[in-house]
């Protein structure tokens, strides 16, 4: 019998092809799940990549997709044409590498590639390079018409600057977001502190915006009244919020302020915070990384709520330590773990209650049938079939729900046992960021922290 195979269903789509085309990722995604439904294929995930050009490599989900073939998660990618993947013969072969190594194929379901023959393979060179090369073109078009648009005022994007509002294609100013914009610059002048700012601003507005928030706004052109777009300058592109004074003034004063670190050492160790998006504060929110780098170059990291350093929406002001919470897992998972495989193996006859449901719904669904049978023939009134029916059914759904509930219980309990057969807590000090982050992910959800700084494990 063959394997059932785990496919990856990616999906591009750029600005330009939207533009051009209205190439929708809705209709590639409901081809991809059709092939795959039809082939009996079991999909990983989708991996899809909105306004992204595919003469780049740095698309974050094609980038998630690959780390997921390189954990051999993934045994086919399927997508609707070769140009969705890649529009260069140089990135194609980079990705194939990958692909390769790891045993995973590729396969289109609209065109037809052979990649097992020489002949095959130059098709698909031709093909890669007239489709880099249309992406070029194609490209150059959009890019005219809209350097032509941006010169006339026009915006060219749904994306509006906090402060503006859209009006027949124009920017306008917001009057009531513009006070809180020209509130950022005079507060910034006054206090030349991010976070004091953010504090003020939050407090004054009753908002709940966010440090980067307030640092792209204080770093955008626009609200000069003027456009820059790499080399493109375009001057009274719309109406000013503030003067070209005050922002070159802020610009200098957040040049000042901003602390440099040294960003190619930190990328050179590959840090990765282990546990982001999986640590939620007391007050629902999750918390984020941060770190310190002491004078020997030695990274601390640490998780924070965001709230409580911006507003006083949050008490919890405490950083929780990566290294303590690694070290509360390392203690407590496995043990909790067989706790709770413990819970389900005492607690389930699983083979007596599923023959007795079955048993149970076979007779409900014959008692529905004589019971239509009855209405048919006039032997009960419609109020009396109806009543009778709604009871029958609602016992029949509750069955059916008692099955769906159980047969999770049993994929959790294999995941459990399969996890709790890694000898991880030996092997753990040699894992790299990623691979500590892969194995936690794999089987913890959420990890909390209540009132009384106690940690708790929810498991997915």
Same mark, same amino acid.
């Given at each position: ?20 085309? %209205? ?56 997508? *609707? ?26 396969? *289109?379901?609209? &065109? ?7 002949? %095959? ?41 906090? %402060? ?21 610059? +005079?507060? /910034? ?47 009274? #592109? ?6 070209? &004074? ?26 990765? /915070? ?14 984020? %990384? *941060? /770190? ?24 919890? *002001? ?21 706790? +709770? ?58 069955? &059916? ?17 399969? #996890?709790?057969? +890694?000898?991880?807590?030996?092997? /753990? ?17 959420? +990890? ?13």
């Amino acid at each position: 019998m063959d394997k059932i195979k785990r496919v990856a269903l990616y999906i591009r789509v750029s600005t330009e092809e939207q533009v051009l085309h %209205g190439d929708s990722i809705r209709t590639q995604t409901e081809a991809l799940e059709q092939y795959a439904k039809d082939n009996n294929f079991i999909i990983v995930d989708k991996y899809i990549d909105e306004g992204s050009s595919a003469t780049n490599l740095k698309r974050p989900n094609l980038q998630r997709m690959i780390e997921d073939v390189k954990n051999n998660k993934i045994d086919l990618v399927m997508i *609707t044409k070769i140009d969705r993947l890649s529009r260069g013969v140089k990135n194609y072969y980079k990705i194939m590498e990958t692909l390769e190594k790891h045993k995973c194929d590729w396969k *289109t379901i609209l &065109e037809n590639y052979d990649s097992s023959t020489a002949a %095959g393979r130059l098709h698909i060179n031709i093909m890669l390079s007239v489709a880099e090369n249309e992406a070029s073109q194609t490209s150059e078009r959009i890019k005219f018409v809209f350097n032509n648009k941006i010169r006339r005022g026009e915006v060219i994007s749904g994306s509006t600057p906090f %402060g503006y509002k859209i009006v027949d294609k124009h920017l306008v100013i917001d009057e009531e977001k513009a006070e809180i914009v020209r509130e950022c610059f +005079i507060s /910034y002048e006054k206090l030349t502190s991010m976070i004091k700012v953010l504090q003020h601003i939050n407090n004054s507005f009753d908002a709940n915006f966010s440090y980067n928030f307030i640092y792209k706004l204080l770093k955008n052109n626009i609200y000069t009244g003027t456009y820059i777009h790499n080399d493109l300058v375009v001057e009274n #592109f719309c109406n000013a919020i503030i003067s070209s &004074e005050q922002f070159n003034t802020v610009q200098k004063l957040l040049s000042k302020n901003t602390k440099v670190y040294n960003n190619k050492y930190l990328n050179s160790l590959g840090m990765q /915070y282990i546990f982001s998006s999986m640590v939620i504060c007391k007050c629902g929110r999750k918390m984020s %990384g *941060t /770190y310190c780098l002491s004078s020997d170059k030695k990274i601390y990291k640490y998780y924070r709520c965001h709230v409580s350093q911006t507003t006083k929406k949050c008490s919890n *002001t405490k950083r929780l330590s990566e290294k303590k919470l690694e070290a509360f897992l390392l203690k407590n998972v496995r043990r909790q773990l067989e706790e +709770i495989a413990f819970g389900y193996e005492s607690n389930n006859n699983k083979s007596k209650n599923k023959n007795n449901n079955n048993q149970l719904k076979n007779k409900i669904k014959k008692q529905i049938n004589k019971l239509q049978d009855l209405y048919f023939d006039d032997l009960i009134d419609k109020e009396d079939y109806k009543l009778k029916y709604q009871k029958l059914n609602t016992q029949l759904i509750k069955l &059916e729900n008692d099955n769906s509930e159980e047969k999770k219980s049993i994929i959790n309990l294999k995941n459990i046992r399969s #996890f709790l057969e +890694i000898n991880f807590e030996k092997i /753990y000090s040699d894992l790299s960021d990623q691979e500590k982050r892969t194995l936690w992910t794999s089987i913890i959800d959420t +990890i909390v922290i209540d009132e009384n700084k106690n940690l708790t494990i929810n498991f997915l």
